[in-house]
């Protein structure tokens, strides 16, 4: 029930002159809501919720400025007009739900008319079978600006889906947002003029697809949102989205005119779309402090937080490159490189990361020794020595044992390094009898840099083949535990079962870098 705030009549007689004046009762009506229900067949009709209209021009003469008209689902079979000229400014028509809040127009020439109006909100319905246009904005001789329709669905209409039209006046400043035109035989959107002017309308995030033709402008209006950058979605458009945001790269022609969409979205509702995240580019590599020998391990720890990342190439500063996820990669020559890491995701975007390292010319240091001699455990055929020790370096570049030949060996000596006393040799080198001195000396095996892991444990194993106990070697060893990262071991099967001997340990110096 409309408030009504009534004013005190004032009657004020003045004396002598003066016949009087009277002050005469005016109402201003608060905004309310009317309501339209279809299935209100057999009335009454108050337009209140108990009793609400069954037609929708019923409720619309019924408002007045500031009225909303709200509009049950339902298939209501009429043809709505909002004059302006009678007072039908500022009326908000608002259906239930878009999809199922319907104004078929029955085929004759328009579904919903807003005439000579302004401020007029049009939201959540769906209009269809008009012959003529199933929606229009008209000015005919009075102004009609500041009108929006919003969410609705304009339909299979045997004409132009949506029309702005001036005759003699100005239709401008009127808004189409989030509407989804389409299906209709003529235009999507229309938007022209008789003797009057179309200017300033803004149309955007619209669907607007296989219509007769999707839109026709002879005025000056904006086919987007210019604060936000976004437009309207356009079936036809044909541009490309070589950043991947979601928007085409060139505008969409608007016929008749020189008007465009310059933010043309590239999927229908793309403003509902959450936008791309780009990836971030990330990686590690070890060691830390590489050398000019060092072989240098790259990890890759890019990440994507709403997708996947397809693909990696690396830069890595030396003319070198790289597709591989987890790339390895050695710099021969010192000095400082620059890293560069891309990574693509699963839309295209891509993102980069740098990263400059040095690379130094390594120092050789004498890592673990033990030189106490004491005693020498001969070496021939079966006999084999061995000695465990725990290297505080990154590589193993070469290694000297004490020891002597006595008689004429029949083969050289043999050094390997191993991780497990049983295991494999990771690396393995021979010396000649003639380079084996006949008295106690240091002898020097240099092998290719071997990458150990400081703190482990490894075995020097050192034997020959043939020979007998008086043509063979002797490794030097020296007694009550003189080295304690590790401990003797001796074989006498060649290798297959080892004896520890936990007081003694053979003479040994080891090289690398760290």
């Known amino acids: 029930m409309r408030k009504k705030i009534s004013l005190l009549i004032v009657c004020i007689m003045l004396a002598t002159t003066f016949s009087g004046i009277f002050y005469v009762k005016m109402s201003v009506a608060d905004p309310t809501t009317i309501y339209v229900d279809d299935n209100n067949t057999a009335g009454p009709w108050n337009g209140t919720v108990e009793h609400p209209f069954q037609h929708i021009q019923d409720g619309v003469n019924a408002a007045n400025p500031g009225d909303t008209v709200f509009v049950y689902s339902g298939i209501y079979y009429e043809q709505v007009t909002l004059d302006g000229s009678t007072n039908k400014n500022n009326v908000t028509l608002l259906g239930e739900n878009k999809n199922r809040t319907i104004i078929d127009a029955c085929g004759n020439s328009f579904a919903l008319y807003i005439v000579n109006s302004n401020s007029e909100h049009i939201s959540k319905f769906s209009l269809t079978n008009a012959s003529s246009f199933s929606c229009s904005f008209a000015a005919d001789g009075i102004f009609c600006y500041d009108n929006e329709i919003s969410d609705c669905t304009i339909v299979n209409n045997l004409g132009t889906g949506l029309r702005i039209y001036s005759h003699y006046q100005n239709a401008s400043n009127n808004r189409i947002i989030n509407c989804d035109i389409y299906g209709n035989n003529g235009y999507g959107i229309k938007i022209e003029t008789n003797n009057g002017s179309v200017s300033d309308n803004v149309i955007y995030h619209n669907n607007i697809f296989n219509n007769g033709q999707n839109a026709y402008d002879t005025g000056s209006n904006i086919w987007y949102n210019a604060a936000i950058r976004e437009g309207n979605w356009w079936l036809d458009y044909t541009g490309e989205d070589n950043n991947h945001d979601g928007i085409g790269d060139t505008p969409y022609n608007i016929p008749g005119g020189s008007n465009q969409d310059l933010y043309p979205f590239m999927n229908e509702n793309g403003w509902l779309l959450p936008q791309n995240q780009p990836p971030v580019a990330n990686f590690t590599f070890a060691p830390n402090n590489p050398t000019n020998i060092t072989v240098i391990h790259f990890t890759d720890t890019s990440t994507d937080p709403d997708g996947t990342i397809v693909s990696g190439w690396w830069n890595f500063g030396d003319h070198y490159f790289s597709d591989l996820q987890n790339p390895i990669h050695c710099y021969y020559t010192n000095g400082e ?118 703190g482990s444990t490894y075995y020097l194993v050192l034997k020959t083949n043939g020979g007998s106990s008086k043509n063979c070697y002797n490794w030097g060893y020296g007694t009550n535990t003189p080295y304690t990262n590790g401990m003797q071991w001796t074989s006498a099967n060649s290798g297959s079962k080892w004896t520890h001997c936990t007081k003694y340990d053979f003479c040994f110096k080891t090289y690398g870098f760290s």
Do not use: C, H
């Open 337 to 454: 490189y620059t890293i560069t890491l891309t990574v693509t995701d699963n839309v295209g975007v891509t993102n980069t990361m740098t990263w400059t390292i040095l690379v130094n010319t390594p120092v050789e240091i004498l890592d673990q020794q033990q030189t106490q001699y004491n005693d020498n455990f001969v070496l021939y055929t079966t006999r084999w020595g061995s000695q465990s020790f725990k290297p505080t370096v990154t590589s193993l570049t070469r290694v000297e044992v004490l020891m002597r030949k006595a008689g004429t060996p029949p083969s050289g000596a043999v050094l390997s390094v191993r991780s497990s006393l049983t295991g494999n040799d990771l690396i393995s080198i021979s010396k000649p009898a003639s380079q084996i001195p006949k008295s106690n000396g240091w002898v020097e095996f240099d092998f290719n840099d071997l990458t150990v892991t400081p």
